[in-house]
Nanobody, 121 residues
Framework: QVQLVESGGGLVQAGGSLRLSCAASRSIFSINAMGWYRQAPGKQRELVATITSGGSTSYADSVKGRFTISRDNDKNTLYLQMNSLNPADTAVYYC???????????????WGQGTQVTVSS
C-alpha cells in the first residue's frame, strides 16, 4: 500500500510564504503526473497546479506568479512553494499522483490526506 504524506502547512500572515511537501511512503516504480489541489470550507476541491514527469507545469489563474510547483524524482517528492499568500488561499491542500508501484502494475491515482493552510489578514 502506498500513501502520499503531505507536510508544511500551517498558519501564516497575509503576504507570507509556505512550502508544502508531499512524499510517497515507500519506493515507487514510476510516478507520472503530480499535482496539488485545495478545498476551502463550503467549496469544491479545485486544481492548484500540476507537473508532468518531464517537468512541464500548469497553474490555476488565481495562483500564477505566486505559487511554484516542483518535484524531485529521485526522492519521489512533490513540492509547492507558495508566496504572497492571502486569506483566499486558506484551504486544505491535497497532493495527487498517478503512479505505478511495481513494474507491470496498473497506473493508479493516489491522494494525500491533506494539510491545512490558513492565511490571516
Amino acid at each position: 500500500q502506498v500513501q502520499l504524506v503531505e507536510s508544511g502547512g500551517g498558519l501564516v500572515q497575509a503576504g507570507g510564504s509556505l512550502r508544502l511537501s508531499c512524499a510517497a511512503s515507500r519506493s515507487i516504480f514510476s510516478i507520472n503526473a503530480m499535482g496539488w489541489y485545495r478545498q476551502a470550507p463550503g467549496k469544491q476541491r479545485e486544481l492548484v497546479a500540476t507537473i508532468t514527469s518531464g517537468g512541464s507545469t500548469s497553474y490555476a489563474d488565481s495562483v500564477k506568479g505566486r505559487f511554484t510547483i516542483s518535484r524531485d524524482n529521485d526522492k519521489n517528492t512533490l513540492y509547492l512553494q507558495m508566496n504572497s499568500l492571502n486569506p483566499a488561499d486558506t484551504a486544505v491542500y491535497y497532493c495527487n499522483a498517478y503512479l505505478r508501484v511495481f513494474p507491470g502494475a496498473s497506473q493508479r491515482r493516489y491522494w494525500g490526506q491533506g494539510t491545512q493552510v490558513t492565511v490571516s489578514s
